[in-house]
């Protein structure tokens, strides 16, 4: 999938409750997921540990975000407390009984 400069913007988003951006701007779930998606590609650490923060508050998963943090995981320049909390997400999925 790919994903646009729109997703890019909309990545300060991420800095709220995903409860909150959802229940003030009406969007469906679905519609933050390549959000999240982008933020879990970035270089840097600090978009990746806003997005890991809304999955680990309850932001339902799909198999392209847990795609997205087994890349995180495996990532160099990523803290390893990142690394660490991605793959617990993917290993939660993967226990849910999602397959990806």
């Known amino acids: 999938m790919q994903h646009g400069a729109s997703d890019v913007h909309r990545l300060p988003l991420l800095e709220r409750p995903w ?6 701007s009406g969007s469906d779930m679905a519609s ?7 933020a879990l590609d970035c270089p840097t650490n600090y ?12 932001f339902p998963m ?3 975000i ?4 087994r890349g995180l995981h495996e990532r ?3 803290t390893q407390r990142n690394r660490h909390r991605a793959l617990h ?12």
Do not use: C
């Open 32 to 38: 933050l997921t390549p959000v999240l998606i982008v």
């Open 62 to 64: 799909n198999v392209a």
């Open 19 to 24: 409860r909150v951006v959802v229940a003030e």
């Open 47 to 58: 978009w990746p540990s806003q997005a890991l923060g809304w999955l680990e508050d309850g």
């Open 89 to 100: 997400l993917v290993k939660a999925y993967l226990r849910s009984g999602a397959r990806s």
């Open 66 to 69: 847990a795609e997205s943090l």
């Open 76 to 78: 160099r320049g990523i």
